[in-house]
C-alpha cells in the first residue's frame, strides 16, 4: 500500500522559511513526477511544484524563485524548500506521486504564514 506522510509545516513569519519533506512507502519511487500542491480555505488546490524522475524542476508562476523542490531517490522523500514565506502561501500543503495513470497523495501538513 503507498503511503505518501508529509512533515515540517508550521507557523512562520513573513520573510521566513519552512522546508517541508514527503517520506513515501512505495516501489520504484525514482520513477515518479513528485509535486507539491496546496490548497488554502476556500480556494481550489493548485499545483506549486513538481519534479520528475530524470530531476526536471517547474514552479508555480507565484513561486518567483522563492521554493525549491528536490528529492532523494535513496531516502524516498521529496522536499519542498520556502524562503521568503508570504502571508498568501498560508494553505495546507500536499505531497502527490504519479506515473502510469497512477496518482497518490499524502494528507497534507499546514502552512501558516502570519505576523
Known amino acids: 500500500q503507498v503511503q505518501l506522510v508529509e512533515s515540517g509545516g508550521g507557523l512562520a513569519q513573513p520573510g521566513g522559511s519552512l522546508r517541508l519533506s514527503c517520506t513515501a512507502s512505495?516501489?520504484?519511487?525514482?520513477?515518479?513526477?513528485l509535486s507539491w500542491y496546496r490548497q488554502a480555505p476556500g480556494k481550489q488546490r493548485e499545483l506549486v511544484a513538481s519534479?520528475?524522475?530524470?530531476?526536471?524542476?517547474d514552479y508555480a508562476d507565484f513561486v518567483e524563485g522563492r521554493f525549491t523542490i528536490s528529492r532523494d531517490n535513496d531516502e524516498t522523500t521529496v522536499y519542498l524548500q520556502m524562503n521568503n514565506l508570504k502571508i498568501e502561501d498560508t494553505a495546507i500543503y500536499l505531497c502527490?506521486?504519479?506515473?502510469?495513470?497512477?496518482?497518490?497523495w499524502g494528507s497534507g501538513t499546514q502552512v501558516t504564514v502570519s505576523p
Open positions: 512505495m516501489y520504484l519511487f525514482s520513477l515518479y513526477t
Open positions: 502527490h506521486a504519479g506515473g502510469w495513470g497512477r496518482n497518490y
Open positions: 519534479i520528475s524522475g530524470s530531476g526536471s524542476t
